[in-house]
């Protein structure tokens, strides 16, 4: 996968942006999913809903913990991940093609300059 548009924050979500949308992909990156465990279910937000960059935005649960989702950005959720509800284990698999979390009209674009590029996520887990 091409990193160039995509960005990371600390608590291991990710956010794939275009450059002529302000539609975002948003979900975890495989570092937290490998971390996680076996993920048996996701609750994610409803469509329609605001998200606030930082604040929880919904759940995920493994064989052995739940953990709180973050949002890297603020917006609007315009779709969810439907295919999540009967296949939890697609964030296991391929958490960053079938298995992301929602797609969100941005509020802010300027939220993306703060999140971290793929080369700086990478060396921040190569030291966790």
Not at 20 to 33: E, K, L, M
């Amino acid at each position: 996968m091409n990193f160039e548009r995509v960005r990371f924050t600390k608590e291991h979500e990710w956010v794939r942006f275009e450059e002529d949308s302000d539609v975002v992909t948003i979900g975890i990156t495989d570092f937290a999913s490998s971390e996680l465990g076996d993920i048996v279910f996701v609750e994610l937000p409803a469509v329609g809903s605001e998200i606030k960059a930082g604040e929880q935005m919904g759940t995920i649960e493994a064989v052995k913990t739940v953990a709180d989702i973050f949002a890297p950005v603020s917006g609007v959720v315009k779709q969810a991940n439907a295919e999540l509800e009967d296949n939890p284990e697609m964030v296991n698999r391929s958490p960053y093609e079938e298995g992301w979390f929602l797609k969100a009209q941005i509020a802010n674009p300027d939220e993306l300059e703060r999140l971290m590029k793929h080369e700086e996520y990478q060396e921040m887990v190569g030291k966790e």
